[in-house]
């Protein structure tokens, strides 16, 4: 019978699960003392890795001064106010503000709410369309489950928002025809810098600069996701920055506490704020634990350790190898080709990547299963020697699937 724990993305009837009890830096255990390699960052965000004393520290120390407290009206807290000065610091928005929430999910619902509100606060009441891309993914609240592009998360639900429209992934004129046809009418294009759980595929060439050309041109607000590829993942601190193009607003959440603590948020540009900031308006919206003082503890010392580790820097050599182990996976002919930046690479299979998922984790080997791909997002402290536990487990496990 299974348990009382109804877990997500999971068939609810599935009672068969691996229960991590100890992990460090990049090494979990098991309840039967089983080690696995930790390549997926648990779910995209372990940056500075496990155990790590300095940010578990800095929240008991936290908790001791003050567990926890709401952030509404005439209410803050000293981490939030830290957390949020360093956020937008390393940010394409040094002059702008941040708006916190719990998860990456909240924080993409959030910015879409919020640009929607920016066109009805000036005044363009049928700026409500947002535009999307197929294979992106931008969480699970209602509002992020009509933006992603699959399918599947989206079914099953009856109704979703309405004034969503979906574009091809990569299909700048696409993107450019459905804005001359709801001239007026849009509001935001969203889309992650590099798409994530949707399968791992970076712009093309020249994407992103198109969408930011064809949002001032025809007054549309462009929102990156940068739940995934935010802090230092692909080798700056934003993916916004990775890629030279900067958004009017950019949802963030994973990376920022490296899953101490959960913690999503948005960030404003300055002209976005400026609109917000008009005397007599009040955003009415928010969450309880947003700022929680605990949750902004775990951010400063996460982000101070990866100041002081310089993992940012570090991605450049994860990058080479990686590449190099999955040229080398190319090259024998275990897998069919790999994408990516900077820390984070799919790996494609050309068939159903979930079975070859529980192969490898019988190997001892994290991975995520996208479609017919196996994506790998390590821990940014990753060492030389566990990349090649990881590539070495790879050939094995893969070459035995084709067998």
């Not at 981490?79 to 993409?108: I, Y």
């Not at 979906?166 to 709801?182: G, K, L």
């Not at 993992?311 to 182990?325: D, F, I, N, S």
């Amino acid at each position: 019978m299974p348990s009382k724990f109804l877990h997500g993305f999971t068939p609810p009837a599935a009672d068969d699960f691996i229960t991590i009890v100890r992990a460090e830096g990049c090494t979990l255990w098991d309840d039967q003392g089983k080690r696995y390699l930790d390549a997926l960052a648990s779910l995209w965000y372990c940056q500075v890795g496990h155990g790590r004393a300095e940010i578990i520290d800095a929240v008991a120390d936290q908790m001791r001064r003050l567990d926890a407290y709401q952030t509404f009206a005439p209410f803050t807290n000293e981490p939030a106010e830290e957390l949020a000065s360093m956020v937008v610091e390393r940010s394409p928005h040094p002059d702008g503000r941040v708006f916190f929430c719990g998860s990456g999910s909240e924080a993409v619902d959030s910015a879409l709410k919020i640009a929607r509100a920016v066109h009805q606060l000036e005044g363009d009441t049928d700026r409500q369309v947002i535009i999307r891309r197929t294979d992106a993914y931008h969480g699970t609240n209602f509002g992020g489950t009509t933006a992603q592009g699959i399918a599947g998360n989206r079914e099953g639900w009856g109704d979703l928002v309405p004034h969503f429209i979906e574009v091809p992934r990569d299909d700048i004129e696409a993107v450019s025809t459905t804005m001359a046809a709801n001239e007026g009418r849009v509001a935001a294009v969203i889309t992650e810098p590099l798409q994530g759980a949707g399968g791992v595929y970076p712009p093309t060439d020249g994407y992103l600069e198109g969408l930011r050309r064809l949002c001032d041109q025809h007054g549309a607000l462009l929102i990156l996701d940068e739940v995934i590829c935010g802090f230092g993942r692909t080798g700056e601190w934003f993916g916004a920055q990775h890629y030279g193009v900067t958004p009017d607003l950019m949802t963030f959440a994973k990376g920022v506490t490296s899953g101490y603590q959960p913690v999503g948020g948005v960030i404003a540009s300055r002209a976005v704020c400026d609109v917000l900031e008009q005397p007599g308006y009040t955003l009415r919206t928010g969450y309880t634990y947003a700022g929680h003082p605990a949750c902004m503890a775990a951010g400063v010392a996460n982000l101070a350790l990866m100041e002081k580790e310089e993992l940012v820097q570090r991605v450049p050599h994860l990058a080479e190898k990686l590449t190099e182990g999955l040229a080398a996976l190319q090259a024998d002919g275990i897998i069919q080709s790999y994408r990516g930046a900077g820390a984070v690479y799919a790996a494609e299979l050309g068939y159903d990547a979930a079975a070859a998922r529980m192969r490898l984790l019988d190997a001892g080997v994290v991975l995520r299963p996208v479609g017919t791909g196996l994506a790998m997002c390590p821990p940014l402290v990753i060492t030389d020697h566990e990349i090649g536990i990881l590539f070495d487990t790879m050939a094995d496990v893969l070459s035995k699937e084709q067998a």
